[in-house]
């Protein structure tokens, strides 16, 4: 790798004068980046240590500072990692989906969180080898507007911001505008735009909440705790939650090297253990996991209040959410993020048939050419986390169905 790859420091815009600091050269680079052509050497980079001992490879987790990442850090925090004889270095923190994608493809972090969508764009898009091992979260994001907006239909003529092509947030929001007569549109800033057109751009999420408040978006729509940030500082208020518009869905997923789950199977196995503990081990201490992924806790591992993570890992405020039309699906009876690790076939199935019909940026011509069917199959290892939930004490520890299969239920 030369120097410049060495240190990413990119972020995902669709055009070079929107205001963002990356163009669309930047987002070709990137994919030229994680090209088979490129990918190669860096894969044979690592077989020498692929041959190591499991236990002798340290983790290296790379993350955004956002509630997705929580099983990583609580399991870093809990050192649930050296439980499984593991070696962990220190959580790496980015700013952007770029950076992420980009330190993976590196190899400078071997264990990250990525959005279910962009999975599909590294895999299938870039060719680079890689698989999900594990659901990180379901649900957990939000589409947030400025104070004065009460409907979807008021978007019409402004700006939304997404963190990333590739994620489910742009796929829900454009199945929210379309469901209320809005076409979903990629301009500058200054173009006009007509009554029904809403202008998608891309911010990384740490820059959202200061472009509402700077009035230069009319909403965003990302993972929390930003929705959660804009709502306590009165910046912006929930429109719609997303798991109420796809049930408990995916947003982040475990991801890693095709090389090191072929190479490391006890390796692979044994991180999926620390994550599935993790996640088991949240979803019944909400309060002190929100002080731990604070800036009040000593590693510091994402620059939010214990108070603004509080109010999404174990929010109590789910009857004004239905009062105000956030939150319609009254018998869904979910949190406002929830963990539970499994990946359902049927989601990946459903998420490549949206993905093919949203919008998004760069060469997407590999979208039409996916088989549902195949990618669940092929995308997804099941393997590690299976036997990590029979671990802990099966489906139900999760409130999973025994036979680990569901039917996908989206109410837009």
Request: aromatic content about 4%.
């Given at each position: 790798m030369d120097a410049k790859h060495s240190e990413p420091k990119i972020h995902i815009c669709q055009t070079s004068d929107c205001g963002c600091s990356l163009s669309r050269r930047d987002f070709l680079r990137l994919s030229a980046l994680t090209a088979a052509s490129v990918a190669a050497p860096l894969l044979s980079a690592g077989d020498a240590l692929a041959q190591s001992r499991s236990s002798d490879v340290p983790v290296k987790i790379g993350?955004?500072?956002?509630?997705?990442?929580?099983?990583?850090?609580?399991?870093?925090a809990?050192?649930?990692f050296e439980a499984e004889g593991l070696t962990v270095e220190k959580p790496r923190l980015f700013r952007t989906w770029a950076q992420i994608v980009e330190a993976f493809v590196a190899g400078q972090v071997n264990v990250i969180h990525l959005l279910s969508p962009a999975t599909l764009w590294v895999r299938y898009g870039t060719r680079f080898p890689a698989k999900v091992v594990a659901w990180n979260h379901v649900n957990g994001s939000a589409l947030t507007v400025a104070p004065g907006i009460n409907s979807v239909t008021e978007l019409g003529g402004k700006t939304v911001a997404v963190p990333f092509w590739y994620s489910i947030h742009n796929v829900l929001?454009?199945?929210i505008l379309q469901a209320n007569g809005l076409t979903a549109v990629t301009r500058t800033r200054d173009a006009a735009l007509a009554r029904n057109?809403?202008?998608?751009?891309?911010?990384?999420?740490?820059?959202?909440?200061s472009a509402l408040a700077g009035k230069s978006i009319a909403g965003f729509i990302v993972a929390e705790p930003f929705n959660a940030a804009a709502e306590t500082t009165g910046v912006g208020k929930v429109l719609r939650l997303s798991g109420?518009?796809?049930?408990?869905?995916?947003?982040?997923?475990t991801f890693l090297a095709e090389r090191d789950i072929a190479e490391r199977p006890e390796w692979a196995q044994r991180v999926t253990n620390a994550i599935v503990k993790a996640q088991l081990w949240t979803r019944g201490n909400q309060l002190e996991?929100?002080?731990?992924?604070?800036?009040?806790?000593?590693?510091?591992?994402?620059?939010?209040?214990?108070?603004?993570l509080a109010k999404v890992l174990a929010t109590t405020d789910y009857a004004s959410y239905e009062a105000s039309?956030?939150?319609?699906?009254?018998g869904w009876y979910q949190r406002r993020i929830d963990f539970q690790p499994y990946p359902f076939a049927s989601y990946t199935e459903?998420?490549?048939?949206?993905?093919?019909?949203t919008r998004v940026e760069g060469d997407n011509a590999f979208l039409t050419k996916l088989d549902p069917r195949f990618v669940a199959r092929d995308l997804v290892d099941d393997r590690f986390v299976r036997k990590a939930i029979a671990a802990v004490g099966g489906p139900s520890a999760f409130g999973l169905p025994a036979d680990l299969l569901r039917k996908e239920v989206l109410a837009v």
């Open positions: 993350y955004l500072p956002i509630t997705d990442a929580t099983p990583l850090l609580i399991a870093h809990r050192k649930l929001l454009q199945q057109e809403v202008n998608l751009i891309v911010l990384p999420p740490a820059e959202m909440v109420d518009v796809w049930k408990n869905h995916a947003c982040c997923v996991a929100a002080k731990i992924l604070s800036s009040a806790d000593d590693n510091r591992y994402t620059p939010h209040s214990p108070q603004v039309g956030a939150a319609r699906n009254k459903e998420l490549v048939k949206v993905l093919q019909k």
